[in-house]
C-alpha cells in the first residue's frame, strides 16, 4: 500500500538514528580503539538479527544462491564502518558526512563497468558538481585539506559497490538472508583480526554505548525497509539528505564545531548534485 506521507516520516526517523549512530561512534573512537567499536557493534548487531530471523527461518536462512556476492557484500559494508569511522576520528562530523553522501554520484561511475550501464551527459554533469562541493568544503584555507578526507571519499566509494552488489543480488536471496549474512561477514572478519587490538573489555559505559550502535544500526535500517514499503526509494531519496543536516546539529550540540561558510556551500553542492540525480532517476522510471 503507497502511504508516501508515512514512508518519509519513517525515512526521517531513519536518517536521524544514522547521525545518532555517527555521533555516538565519533565520541567512542575519543577513548576506544576504530576496530574494538566495530567488533562489539558488529557482534550486537548479529546478536539481534540472529535472534529475530532464526526463530521464523531457522538456519535454512544461511542457504543463499549467490554466496559469493553475499560475501563481497559484507566486506562492502566493513569497508564503509572502517573507513568512515576512521574519518570521524579525524574529521568534523557534518562535513565527513557531506562527503560520503557523494554516494549516488559513485554509483553513476561505478554501475558502468560493474553493471554495463550508460551514464548520460546530464548524470555525468551532476557527478562533476559533486566533486566540486568536495573541493569547497576542502579548499586550501578552510583546514580539511588533508589526506584524512580521502577516508570519506573511501567510505562512498565503499557504499556505491555495497548498492551495486545488493542491485546484483536483487530477489535471487530474500533479505533476511542477505541482511543476517552481511553483518555475520563484518564479524567474523574482525573476529580474525581480535588478536592485534584486543586489550581487554572496555569499561562498562564504553561497552554500552558499543552495544547501542548495534542497536540504533539494525533499527536505523529496520526504518529504512519499511518506509520502502510505503514508498518508493526514488521518492524517498531526496530525504535521505537530512542526515547531513542532523550530523551538522550533532556536530555543533556535541563537539562545538559549526561548519563555516565556505562548508556549508560545499555541503549544499553536494546535495543539490545527489537531489539532481534523485529527480533523474524520477523521470526515468515516470
Known sequence: MSRPLKGILLTCAAVFAFASLDSL?????????VLMILWVRYLAQTCLLAAWQLPRHGLRVLKVN??????LRGLSLLSISLFFLFALRYLPIGEATAVHFLTPLLVILLAIPMLGERASLAQWLLVAVGFAGVLIIVRPGGGLLTPAMLLPVASACS??????????????????????????VGFLCLTLLLP????????????????S??????????LLTVAFQYSSPVLLAPFSYLQIFFAVLYGFLLFDHAPDSGALLGMGVIALSGLGSAWLQARRHA
Open 196 to 211: 592485534l587490538f584486543w586489550t581487554g573489555l572496555p569499561a562498562w559505559p564504553q561497552l554500552l554505548g558499543m552495544i
Open 25 to 33: 561512534s565519533k565520541y567512542l573512537t575519543a577513548f576506544n580503539s
Open 159 to 184: 557504499y556505491a559497490i555495497f548498492q551495486l552488489l545488493t542491485r546484483r543480488i536483487g530477489s535471487r536471496d530474500s533479505a533476511a538472508a542477505t541482511n543476517l549474512i552481511t553483518g555475520l
Open 213 to 222: 550502535l548495534g542497536l540504533i544500526a539494525v533499527t536505523g535500517h529496520m
Open 66 to 71: 549467490c554466496p559469493g556476492l553475499q560475501v
